[in-house]
């Protein structure tokens, strides 16, 4: 970081473009975990349908942005 260079974002960024493959990484994980692990286990109301906004598309809207957060907080702490 440069003297007197203050700008909270490029201190939280660690690289360009690092968001996105994070954003894409915590999608493909969070998908594969709930169509592949839980979707089978999960009672009907919380199976997604597809087309259809219902709640198994809001679990796994869950689950892919808690794996985000995952990703971004231990990035931050590397």
Do not use: K
Not at 18 to 38: K, M, P, T
């Amino acid at each position: 970081m440069l003297p007197g260079d203050d700008n909270v974002f490029r201190r939280l960024s660690p690289g360009r473009g690092s968001g996105l493959l994070d954003a894409l990484g915590a999608v493909l994980a969070g998908n594969a975990l709930y169509f592949l692990l839980l979707l089978p286990r999960l009672p009907e109301p919380w199976q997604h349908q597809s087309f259809a906004l219902d709640r198994g598309l809001g679990l796994d809207f869950l689950i892919c942005l808690s794996l985000y957060g995952l990703v971004r907080t231990v990035r931050a702490r590397v």
